[in-house]
């Protein structure tokens, strides 16, 4: 039963670019929504975050949107650097301090 | 400023023995958290304990894990007689008391492998 999904394992963009990462989750209850970042051997990064009562939060190249009626997820990264390429996680939690993590997308920015 | 720590970054187990993971949060945070990330798939929520207290297990298995924040030194995560299927990589995360508790902080992770 997996509440929080990304459906496309991996993209790949070209530098200067848009990234756009999705993630799609089930449970309305869920409440705060953030994005992560891990590189290879390391742990993840906390990268940026959104409450559900707002729509969109912005971060320099990271912005983050909110769907709530779509359930839907989404983080653009604009313009895309070689050093961007990473796996990102969406990760939501309900009022609690657990985080549930999807599987992650796999971006590569080409040069 | 130290981030989380975690030792060893690497351990290696035989079946049936057991393995102690150990974090240090970041200094002045009281909330400890534990992933587990296995191969192919996103971190998985175990537990989530404040000093001295558990204060969700949900995600732990009910035999074999256990996991403890005391009141001095690091939180341990500890398997007793591990298996093959006990191989992944086990994060631990802190987060300070108030403000955007959701916003947790990870350490690079211990890399499990029993063989």
Same mark, same amino acid.
């Given at each position: 039963?997996?509440?929080v ?18 993630c ?8 705060y #929504? ?6 290879? @051997?390391?742990g993840p990064?906390?990268? /940026?975050?959104i !409450?559900?009562i707002? =729509?969109?939060?912005e971060?320099?190249? #990271? ?6 009626s @779509?359930?839907h997820?989404?983080?653009? /990264?604009?313009? !895309?650097?070689?050093? =961007? ?5 969406c990760?939501v ?8 993590f ?10 | ?37 296995l ?6 929520f175990?537990?989530?304990l ?10 732990m ?45 990870f ?5 499990l492998?029993v063989?």
């Amino acid at each position: 039963d997996q509440q929080v999904k990304q459906n496309s394992p991996s993209l790949s963009v070209q530098e200067g670019r848009i990234s756009i990462l999705n993630c799609d989750y089930t449970n309305s209850m869920f409440d705060y #929504f953030l994005w992560y970042k891990k590189y290879p @051997a390391e742990g993840p990064t906390f990268l /940026i975050s959104i !409450s559900s009562i707002k =729509d969109k939060n912005e971060d320099g190249r #990271f912005t983050v949107f909110l769907n709530k009626s @779509a359930k839907h997820l989404s983080l653009h /990264i604009v313009p !895309s650097q070689p050093g =961007d390429s990473a796996v990102y996680f969406c990760a939501v939690t309900g009022g609690g301090n657990k985080l549930t993590f999807g599987t992650g997308t796999q971006l590569k920015v080409e040069l | 400023n130290a981030g989380v720590m975690q030792n060893p970054r690497h351990l290696v187990r035989r079946r049936g023995q057991e393995a102690r993971l150990r974090c240090s949060p970041v200094k002045g945070h009281s909330h400890v958290y534990w992933y587990r990330q296995l191969p192919e798939e996103g971190l998985k929520f175990m537990v989530y304990l404040q000093k001295e207290n558990i204060i969700d297990e949900s995600g732990m298995p009910k035999e074999r894990f256990s996991a403890e924040f005391p009141k001095e030194g690091p939180s341990i995560l500890r398997i007793q007689q591990v298996v093959r299927g006990d191989s992944a990589a086990y994060f631990c995360a802190s987060s300070p008391d108030g403000g955007h508790s959701y916003e947790q902080y990870f350490g690079p992770g211990t890399r499990l492998t029993v063989t």
